[in-house]
Nanobody, 121 residues
Framework: QVQLVESGGGLVQPGGSLRLSCAVS????????MSWYRQAPGKERELVAG???????NYAGSVKGRFTISRDNANNTTFLQMNSLRPEDSAVYYC???????????????WGRGTQVTVSS
């Protein structure tokens, strides 16, 4: 059973920083894409940032220059460094990975359960 677990969320003041982590439990063969999504109340879930196996990255325009996604392949972990946080960044943040559990499996999406980020004074 593969599970993604996010951590690092919390309450922070505007202008502050947080670092989210997403780690996997269970054995896997290969990770292709690691990404972060967020969903605020009453809004659709949106892509925040993604990184592929070549370390190419993609960011939502609203976070470009403030957020940085990275991956630790040795430990099968991805991070989202969030700086200069704004109240509109408040949301539940989810990690989503595209991976193969074994070399015989197809690629599939896996989602974490989310971690709450609240930016407020």
């Amino acid at each position: 059973q593969v599970q993604l677990v996010e951590s690092g969320g919390g309450l922070v003041q505007p202008g502050g920083s947080l670092r989210l982590s997403c780690a996997v439990s269970g054995s896997i063969f290969r990770i292709y894409v690691m990404s972060w999504y967020r969903q605020a109340p009453g809004k659709e879930r949106e892509l925040v940032a993604g990184i592929d196996s070549s370390n190419d990255t993609n960011y939502a325009g609203s976070v470009k220059g403030r957020f940085t996604i990275s991956r630790d392949n040795a430990n099968n972990t991805t991070f989202l460094q969030m700086n200069s946080l704004r109240p509109e960044d408040s949301a539940v943040y989810y990690c989503r990975w595209v991976l193969q559990r074994t070399r015989w499996d197809m690629r599939n999406d896996y989602w974490g359960r989310g971690t709450q980020v609240t930016v407020s004074s």
